[in-house]
Every structure is written in C-alpha cells, then in structure tokens.
C-alpha cells in the first residue's frame, strides 16, 4: 500500500504566528519575515519525515508528499526522507489531496493541520484561506480535514492520522471518527498562540503513530459524500457570493452564503475550486 502525506504548515510544532508560515512572497499579505519562515518550513519537512519513517516501518510500500501550504512550494527537497517522491507547485486539480488518485494509494496522512475557521483559541485557524467564514455539509460546519477526506473518499482512500494542533485533532476525529490516529504536537492559547511539545518530542510521536496507522489501516473507512448533501459556505462579505453563483448550479443561500449539491466527492471538488476562484476578487478597488 501507498501513502499519501498532505503537508500543511499552521499545526507543526512550533509555529504558532502567520510569520512562520508566510513565504516571502506570501499571499493574504501577512507580514513575512525569511528567518522565521526557513525555521518553519524545516520543522515541517522534519515532521514529514518522521510520517515517512513510521509510514515505511509500518510496511507502506512508498510514500508521496503533496505540499499543500499556501503556494505549496514549502517543502525543502534536499531535507525530506530520500525515500519519498513529493509534488511541489501551486493549481493542482486536487490541490491538498493532489496524488491521492495515484494508482496504489490506499491512505491518506494529514500532517501540520489546524482547525477550522472560527475556532477560538486555536493558533492559526482558517478554512482555506482568510475570506471564508464557514464551510457545511448538510449543516455540519467542518474545516480542510472534511473537504480533503471527501476528496480522498471519492478514490476510495481513508484518512489515517491527523497531526496538528489540538483542536485540529479533535475536530478531524469528530468529523471522521475516533479510528483516525492524531497526534497533537500544541495546545492552542489563542489564534497566534500555542504551548508546543519540544520539536524533538512532537517528530516521535508522529513517527511511532504513522507505523501504527499503517498497521492498523484495515479498520479505516473513506469518507464518501454522498450525491444530494448541500454544500454550504459563508463568505466574509455579499460580493463574493456575488461571484460565486455565477458557476452553474450553485445558488444564493444567505446573503454572503452560496449552496450546491454536487454529484460525489470528485464534483464536489471541481466546484469548490471553481467558486473559491470565482470568490477571491478584489476587495478594494
Ligand atoms: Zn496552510
């Protein structure tokens, strides 16, 4: 079996400001600082790493790496785990699940997540960028972990460990169940604070809960969204909603809320990606 590591940033260890994630030519126009960022982006690929270790010792026949942090070119290649392939670049059709239709992948590794979009107290919380508000399906409000997993879910492959903050570990297990392995390398202080575990420490546990993931894989189920769910998401201002209706079959719900109801898990994503171009216009003229 192949696994599959989507690599976000904002849960690693140690991070806890936009400084530590935010590449010099960072979007959303967070301040960005280059020594910070080089500490951020090499704790990342160290906490990767240990998910590939404990991936291979676990009996995964090969592991792919997608960056999936802002402009997706974070991972330092030289640093990672020479037994690994990894994607880098930015407008992937799948984006953070890019590889997850690779032919041999049956698991998918969240690694560096973070909670959802207005989660208190929980460092560096979004939901795809800064704009969106709130995603739901059929009600439910959920975060990356919930759009990802019914990516994944659509080629029939499970989420098996989520490592990030705590409240990103306790929202992915919410949302997909208590068989999903988390490691939570921080305790989230407020939205750009965190108590870490030593880096050390945190790169461990991820490597002794990846084994144990790809051990017990068997017991994970995908999560697959099924056609008639309504998607829902709250954009922080009416002009996006705007935007976003003029993609076909999807309809004004709330003044700065848009609905669709895609087909399955792969529609689902073509129409997400569609409105969120549609949506991220401009603000000030
Ligand atoms: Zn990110």
Redesign the pocket.
């Known amino acids: 079996m192949k696994v599959l590591i989507s690599a976000?940033?904002?849960g690693t260890c140690g991070v806890s400001s936009w400084v530590h994630?935010t590449p010099p030519e960072g979007a959303g126009g967070e301040p960005s600082n280059q020594t910070e960022y080089e500490r951020g982006r090499l704790r990342m690929t160290r906490e990767v790493n240990a998910a590939i270790e404990g991936a291979l010792a676990g009996g995964a026949t090969e592991v792919i790496v997608n960056d999936?942090?802002?402009g997706m070119r974070n991972l330092i290649g030289e640093e990672l785990h020479p037994d690994c392939r990894y994607t880098s670049g930015n407008d992937k059709p799948l984006g953070m699940m890019q590889g997850v239709d690779i032919d041999g992948i049956g698991a998918v590794f969240y690694t560096?997540y973070?909670a959802r979009a207005g989660t208190p107290n929980a460092p560096l919380a979004h939901t795809w960028t800064g704009w969106l508000n709130d995603v739901r399906f059929d009600g439910v409000s959920t975060g990356e972990f919930g759009i990802n997993a019914a990516i994944a879910g659509h080629f029939g492959v499970p989420v098996i460990l989520v490592t990030g903050d705590d409240q990103a570990v306790a929202q992915t297990q919410e949302f997909l169940g208590q068989q999903v392995a988390g490691v939570a390398v921080k305790q989230g202080i407020s939205s750009t604070a965190a108590l870490h575990l030593h880096p050390a420490k945190a790169q461990s546990l991820i490597r002794e809960a990846a084994e144990r993931a790809v051990r017990n894989e068997r017991s994970a189920t995908p999560y697959v969204l099924q056609a008639g769910v309504t998607i829902e998401l709250d954009f922080d201002h009416q002009a996006r909603a705007d935007q976003a209706v003029l993609a076909q079959s999807v309809e004004r719900a709330g003044v700065r809320t848009i609905a669709f109801k895609p087909a399955d898990g792969l529609a689902f994503c073509k129409q997400l990606r569609t409105v969120m171009k549609l949506a991220s216009i401009r603000m000030t003229p």
């Open positions: 976000d940033m904002e994630v999936s942090h802002d560096g973070h």
